[in-house]
């Protein structure tokens, strides 16, 4: 992964620009303050690099990106831990990581992130736009600020689907089945959002977004 490249580390947090989109990598698991596997937590992983230089990269990454869109009109952020979302039913893995957001979530308001895609929840959870509290600003995507948050662990690991048992109010889509997001990025403000059911190949969301870049 192009972590030397992105003045990143390793494969653990870098960046690529890929066509339109400016795509950024995060380790939600180590290397920032109450880390969910980091030193003394059970999997007691990292710190690779201390707890504030993946922080500043990061933000001296979407700054850059931000100051680019120009040339690369979007911005995702993708890590593997949800800041947002409904809750599973047990026993299914807790879901949202409230260090992570706290760390992350200022740097993805302030320069403008378009999306942030994560795993970890074995279903797949399209948001609605969010404010800096996770409360939806609206419940529709033409010229909205705010990340969207998409969650898309759908299926994974032995666990298998996940449930719903409580959704919060910014919650506009669950889908629990297997399958896979397509992101479709049709000009510099507007892209299209899905989600494909594997067992059918068949379209079980789908939402229209645009964004004024001026």
Known sequence: MPGDESAGYKNMWY???YGMVH??????????????????TSLNGGNFQGLT????????????ANANRDQVPWILVTGHRPFYGSAPQLPAVPGNCDACRIAFEPFIVE???DFYFCGH?????RLYPIDANGNPVATNYY????PIHVTNGAGGAPEGKASVDTTISASAKIVSAYGYTRLELINATNARLSFIDSSTLQEADSVDIFRNRQ
């Open 23 to 40: 795509v950024v990598i995060i380790n939600t698991e180590t290397d920032f303050p109450d880390a969910p596997s980091g030193p003394n």
């Open 111 to 113: 320069y403008n992130v």
């Open 53 to 64: 230089q993946q922080l500043a990269w990061f933000e001296r990454d979407l700054e850059a």
């Open 121 to 125: 929840v074995h279903w797949y959870e």
């Open 143 to 146: 010229n909205q600020t705010g």
């Open 15 to 17: 960046s690529f620009d």
